[in-house]
């Protein structure tokens, strides 16, 4: 079993800068690859960004690239979300994910993280 645990959400404002952190235990961190994903009530979870296990390949929703950045850490088991110019429509619980040898841009991951709330104010 993958355990995760995100943290670094918060209240910010717009224009402003959040990083989230996602811990993982459980499973050789370099095994998994990583997602990012994020929901708002009465929606669907969306994909926002995934790190493959190696960390030499990533993706990113295009409404977030070139504000948002994926990134590991093999070595501290800990995958980020780097979040730069929020915007108040960013405003979710962010969700971490975690897959054996898989990563992508749905939503199917075996391990999820309880997420953490990312609230943009105007």
């Known amino acids: 079993q993958v355990q995760l645990v995100e943290s670094g959400g918060g209240l910010v404002q717009a224009g402003g800068s959040l990083r989230l952190s996602c811990a993982a235990s459980?499973?050789?961190?370099?095994?998994?690859?990583m997602g990012w994903f994020r929901q708002t009530p009465g929606k669907e979870r969306e994909f926002v960004a995934a790190?493959?296990?190696?960390?030499?390949?990533?993706k990113h929703k295009d409404s977030v690239k070139g504000r948002f950045a994926i990134s590991r850490d093999n070595a501290l088991n800990t995958v980020y979300l780097q979040m730069n110019s929020l915007k108040p429509e960013d405003t979710a619980v962010y969700y971490c994910?975690?897959?054996?040898w898989g990563w992508g841009t749905n939503t199917a991951y075996t391990y999820w993280g309880q997420g953490t709330q990312v609230t943009v104010s105007s």
């Open positions: 459980g499973r050789t961190f370099s095994s998994l690859g």
């Open positions: 994910a975690a897959e054996p």
């Open positions: 790190i493959s296990w190696s960390g030499g390949n990533t």
